[in-house]
């Protein structure tokens, strides 16, 4: 059993930048894939970020494309999401998963383990 906690998240303004993290413990958890996900109030769980194990494929959603750099400290079993210049839109509840799967990379069906969350809120 892997948990999954994040931390990082805050109310900032618009163009600045945010760290995300995720440490994971239990379970040989080194061996995870790890994705990013976000949802914001009243829309579906959408994907972010992915990194394979041990972090030599990464995949991002076309819109956090070129400001969200996802990376990985597997000495520390610790996830990371840097964002920079953040938009409005990118408010939301963040969620780490895990998975050992290789089907539905993008998919929160994709995912075994998740986290409670953190919160995001970007103003204007």
């Known amino acids: 059993q892997v948990q999954l906690v994040e931390s990082g998240g805050g109310l900032v303004q618009a163009g600045v930048s945010l760290r995300l993290s995720c440490a994971a413990s239990?379970?040989?958890?080194?061996?995870?894939?790890m994705g990013w996900f976000r949802q914001a109030p009243g829309k579906e769980r959408e994907f972010v970020a992915r990194i394979s194990w041990p972090g030599l494929s990464i995949y991002y959603a076309d819109s956090v494309k070129g400001r969200f750099t996802i990376s990985r400290d597997n000495a520390k079993n610790t996830v990371y999401l840097q964002m920079s210049s953040l938009k409005p839109e990118d408010t939301a509840v963040y969620y780490c998963a895990a998975t050992r799967r290789v089907v539905d990379r993008t998919m929160p069906k994709g995912y075994d383990y998740w986290g409670q969350g953190t919160q995001v809120t970007v103003s204007s």
């Open positions: 239990g379970g040989t958890n080194s061996r995870y894939a």
